[in-house]
Nanobody, 115 residues
Framework: QVQFVESGGGLVQPGGSLRLSCVGF????????MGWYRQPPGKQRELVAT???????TYTDSVKGRFTISKDNANKMVYLQMNSLKPEDTAVYYC?????????WGQGTQVTVSS
């Protein structure tokens, strides 16, 4: 059973930055693709960014140029560096495999962008 634990969220002003972290227990980051997902208030969860086992990355259009996904296989960590944050980035952020494992969702970490 794979479990993920996210951290690093918080309240930040528009234009600010946050770095989210995700640690996997029982996971095999080195040979699976990973993703960051988010669920804005009242909306469905959506894919934000992915990183393959080889390190190739993809981003949803709304975060391109502002967010960077990275990973540390040795320490089973995945990161999401978020810069130039906007109010519309407000959401609970989750990490999971890509495609996601239905039983692997963690609690997520809340990101609130507000002045």
């Amino acid at each position: 059973q794979v479990q993920f634990v996210e951290s690093g969220g918080g309240l930040v002003q528009p234009g600010g930055s946050l770095r989210l972290s995700c640690v996997g227990f029982g996971s095999i980051f080195s040979i699976v693709a990973m993703g960051w997902y988010r669920q804005p208030p009242g909306k469905q969860r959506e894919l934000v960014a992915t990183i393959t086992s080889g390190g190739r990355t993809t981003y949803t259009d709304s975060v391109k140029g502002r967010f960077t996904i990275s990973k540390d296989n040795a320490n089973k960590m995945v990161y999401l560096q978020m810069n130039s944050l906007k109010p519309e980035d407000t959401a609970v952020y989750y990490c999971n495999k890509h495609p996601p494992c239905g039983n692997c969702w963690g609690q997520g970490t809340q990101v609130t962008v507000s002045s």
